[in-house]
Structures are given as structure tokens and as C-alpha cells.
């Protein structure tokens, strides 16, 4: 009788809970839209289920453990294992994916001259499975190893999207800077086109005053080459990987924002992927999800959380620049807790774009609006309505009864951290501007 009743209550708490993201599942798509789905609703494509055993995986009760079936592998001997979390949504609304993917050079693409004498990269990769170049690696291409996750949000569409087609954006993204990448020897050009630098010149160190003073090789002298006052910033192959990450993510965010007028993509998604590529491992993470490496016992951390509080000095700076984005609805300052009328004109603790710290301020008719950032820790809330402010998807998701749209304060950015698989080698740092 109790296992009877806590079934209803959780079938009756799921429905809630879902709201429409349940009926996107079905041919009628979500919220009574008529659209069809890009990609028809599934478990991650490697579990390798039928249709039957997705629905059973949707059981609030009895909960299944998915994990892989005995006759299937996936590179580097990689695990996996989900579990639906119950009262959530009717249907599990995260995905994975785990793919090889090979990127060649783009048909056409202009690249620097390859430098015939760069060596072989030796593979630090377990079990061989390195990514070593070969003799015609260029029309072979480059290997890579592709993980992701996808915790979805507010419905499926998303996260089924991201896991069908984010890896297809970090391939072409990659495909424009391949060449590039497996001449490690030299630097990458700051043009494509140029001839590589193997030397350094006088002119490419000579400062501004030497210039202006006319010494050798300023403009005027003898011999004079190109001008250039400054120094080129030299720009690691780590750096275009990360780049070419960034990318895929910004590419991926817009193609769900350009199709949802023809397909129902429902609700948003945070993404995380690690990319094996040439004995580098990247780690690029727009979300809440964690990413660890565990090495000798020692916990190594790849990703960070984004959050309302973690990125608040952005949020409350957007919003200071774009008043118009709060609807005359919501402040941006942040203060300790709603401000009520009967305290106008008297000083509270507060704190602006500007600040890690508190100050006092005298509070003003503004100040009675809703904060922008509401909420502690994993209650924290943007526009009291989502807790997590870097993803995919989301371009319709409002302030609840109200016309405020919450997508420009969400951002498809990643944070990107690279690394080896095996020991020592840090993350690069990138030139800033």
C-alpha cells in the first residue's frame, strides 16, 4: 500500500514538475506547439536501448542504473552510468555522447607553408591510442577523441540537439586551423597565408623610440623593412584549439536560436565536453557540471561552476549598461535581503558591479525593485528563475508572467582548460589583449 502510494505521488509530483517538457516527447511537440523535433527524444546513442527499454529507463520508482551493455565499447575503455532523477520531469532531460572524430583540412582552406622538417608527436595517450601523425597525414587527417555531457533544463530539445551536433561545429571549427596545428615546429601565422617566420629578425624587436630615433632598420634608413613598432604577440597552437572551442559553442547556440522557429528545441542545456586532440586534452565547460581528473591519488579540477553568484559582477554590469534588459522590474544592485518600503532613506548594505566587497548606500524608490540576483548558493536565481547563467538554448525562456527575456544575461561562452593526460604540463595562457 505505501509503495503504492508514494508511485502516485511521484507520477502526480513528475507531471508537475515537467509541465510541458513531458508532451515533447510525443508527434504533438511541446507547449501545444505544432513544430516537429529536430531530432526524435532517446537515451545517448552508445547505450544502444530500444525504444521500450527508454521508456522503462523513465521509471520515477524503480529508478534503473543505466549503464553500457557488455558487447559495447567506448574509446579508452570510458564508463558511463545515468540514473533519471526522480520528481524532476517526466523523462530524463540530460544527454552524453562519445565519438573519434577525424578533422581534415577544409577544402580550399588557405593555410601557412608546412614546415617539412617538424617531428612526429610521440603519444602520451594510454594503450597507444595517441594521435600520432602520419606519413600522408594530410589527406588522412587528425583524430580526436570527443566526450560531452549535457544536463538539460525546462525540456529535452536542447540537450538532444547540443548531443547530436555540437561535435559536427568543434570539427569544422578545427578543420580551418588542422594544417596549422600539426606543424608544431612553428608558431601559428598571424594571416593565413604567410610564410613562417623561422627567425627573428631585428625589426620584429625594436622598440618605439629606436624606431622614431632612425636607427638601423627604422623607417628612413637603409634597408629599411616593413615598419612595425611593436613586437608580434606570439600566439601558442593551444590557443587556436581553445579558440576553435569557443567557437563551436557560440556556432551551436545560434543554430538552435536560427531553427526554433522550425523545430520545437524546448528549454536549454549545459554543456560539457573534453576534446584528445594531438596528446592535449581540452576541457571546455558553460554551465554548472564539474570536470576532475584524478591522478595518483590527487583530484586535479578542470571546469568551474557558472552561477548567479560566480558571475554576478557580469550580470550586474550587463544590466547597468542595458537597463532596458530588467523591464523596469528588477534592480541590478544586489543587497542582503528585500528591501521593504518603510526602509527608504535609510542606508543598507549593498554592493554593484564594481564591488567583492559591501558598502552602505541610501535606499532610494529604485531600490524597491526585484534584484536581479536573488538567493544563496544552490537557490541562487537570476531574475528569480534559473540557476545557472552559461549554456545552450534558453532563447525563449522568460521571467515568469511578465515579457522579460532572460537569454541575454545566459551566455554560450565556455571556460576552456587544456592539459595533458599525463603528468606535469599546465594550462596555456593566451595572449590578452
Known amino acids: 500500500m505505501l509503495t503504492r502510494v508514494k508511485s502516485a505521488v511521484a507520477n502526480f ?17 511541446c507547449g501545444g506547439s505544432d513544430l516537429p523535433l529536430r531530432f526524435p527524444y532517446g537515451r545517448p546513442e552508445f547505450l544502444g536501448l530500444s525504444q521500450d527499454e527508454v521508456e522503462c529507463s523513465a521509471d520515477h520508482i524503480a529508478r534503473p542504473i543505466l549503464i553500457l551493455k557488455e558487447t559495447r565499447r567506448l574509446p579508452w575503455a570510458t564508463g558511463y552510468a545515468e540514473v533519471i532523477n526522480a520528481g524532476k520531469s517526466t523523462h530524463n532531460e540530460d544527454q552524453a555522447s562519445c565519438e573519434v572524430l577525424t578533422v581534415k583540412k577544409k577544402a580550399g582552406a588557405i593555410t601557412s607553408t608546412p614546415n617539412r622538417n617538424s617531428a612526429k608527436r610521440r603519444s602520451s595517450l594510454p594503450n597507444g591510442e595517441g594521435l600520432q601523425l602520419k606519413e600522408n597525414s594530410e589527406s588522412e587527417g587528425v583524430a580526436c577523441h570527443y566526450w560531452s555531457l549535457f544536463d538539460g533544463h525546462a525540456g529535452s530539445g536542447a540537450a538532444v540537439v547540443a548531443s547530436r551536433l555540437l561535435q559536427q561545429h568543434v570539427a569544422e571549427q578545427l578543420q580551418d586551423i588542422v594544417e596549422i596545428l600539426k606543424n608544431s615546429a612553428v608558431l601559428p601565422p598571424a594571416c593565413l597565408g604567410d610564410e613562417p617566420d623561422h627567425a627573428a629578425s631585428s625589426s620584429r624587436t625594436l622598440t618605439r623610440a629606436a624606431s622614431l630615433r632612425g636607427g638601423v632598420g627604422a623607417p628612413g634608413s637603409p634597408s629599411t623593412p616593413p615598419t612595425r613598432f611593436f613586437t608580434e604577440k606570439k600566439i601558442p597552437h593551444e590557443c587556436l584549439v581553445i579558440g576553435a572551442l569557443e567557437s563551436a559553442f557560440k556556432e551551436m547556440d545560434l543554430q538552435i536560436e536560427r531553427e526554433r522557429s522550425l523545430y520545437n528545441i524546448s528549454g536549454g542545456c549545459t554543456a560539457l565536453i573534453v576534446v584528445c586532440l594531438l596528446g592535449k586534452l581540452y576541457v571546455a565547460n558553460a554551465g554548472d557540471s564539474r570536470a576532475i581528473i584524478i591522478r595518483n591519488g590527487e583530484i586535479i579540477p578542470m571546469s568551474s561552476e557558472f552561477t548567479p553568484e560566480t558571475e554576478r559582477q557580469r550580470l550586474q554590469y550587463l544590466a547597468f549598461m542595458q537597463p532596458h534588459l530588467l523591464g523596469n522590474e528588477f ?26 566587497g559591501w558598502a552602505y548606500k541610501t535606499i532610494e524608490d529604485d531600490d524597491l525593485k526585484f534584484p536581479l540576483i536573488y538567493g544563496e548558493g544552490k537557490k541562487a536565481r537570476v531574475m528569480a528563475t534559473i540557476g545557472v547563467t552559461r549554456g545552450l538554448g534558453d532563447h525563449d525562456l522568460k521571467v515568469h508572467d511578465s515579457n522579460i527575456y532572460i537569454k541575454p544575461f545566459l551566455s554560450p ?14 594550462s596555456p595562457r593566451c595572449p590578452e589583449g
Open 13 to 29: 509530483m513528475g507531471g508537475i514538475m515537467a509541465g510541458s517538457s513531458g508532451s515533447e516527447h510525443g508527434s504533438g511537440g
Open 413 to 426: 561562452a565556455p571556460e576552456v582548460h587544456a592539459g595533458s593526460p599525463g603528468p606535469g604540463d599546465a
Open 331 to 356: 534592480t541590478h544592485l544586489e543587497f542582503p535581503r528585500r528591501v521593504q518600503r518603510k526602509e527608504l532613506g535609510k542606508k543598507m548594505l549593498y554592493r554593484d558591479f564594481n564591488m567583492t
